[in-house]
Nanobody, 124 residues
Framework: QATLEESGGGLVQAGGSLRVSCVAT????????MAWFRQAPGKQREFVAA????????SYSPSVKGRFTISMDNARNAIYLQMNSLKPEDTAIYYC?????????????????WGQGTQVTVSS
């Protein structure tokens, strides 16, 4: 069993920056990939970014590529999402996910554990 806890969400103006964090405990040591997803009101959960523990490989959604950066701290079993040039359409609950497969999956099915989420609101 693994437990994920996100932090760092909040309210920011369009064009601003925010960093969200996620710390994994429990079985996190055996995970291969960690990722961020988000869900806006009335919309389905969507992939944002993923990072692979073994080689630091990353994957991004086209909607955030060039603005967001995912990083991993293996020693702390933590990942971070640095979000720059934020837009109102980035407003959502951001969820951390952990998977034991080695591929950088962009779908929810690729992940075994999920955090409770942290709210990010971007005002126009």
């Amino acid at each position: 069993q693994a437990t994920l806890e996100e932090s760092g969400g909040g309210l920011v103006q369009a064009g601003g920056s925010l960093r969200v964090s996620c710390v994994a405990t429990g079985r996190a040591f055996s995970s291969h990939v960690m990722a961020w997803f988000r869900q806006a009101p009335g919309k389905q959960r969507e992939f944002v970014a993923a990072v692979r523990r073994r080689d630091g490989g990353t994957s991004y959604s086209p909607s955030v590529k060039g603005r967001f950066t995912i990083s991993m701290d293996n020693a702390r079993n933590a990942i971070y999402l640095q979000m720059n040039s934020l837009k109102p359409e980035d407003t959502a609950i951001y969820y951390c996910a952990l998977g034991h497969a080695s591929s950088l999956s962009t779908t929810s099915r690729g992940y075994d554990y999920w955090g409770q989420g942290t709210q990010v609101t971007v005002s126009s």
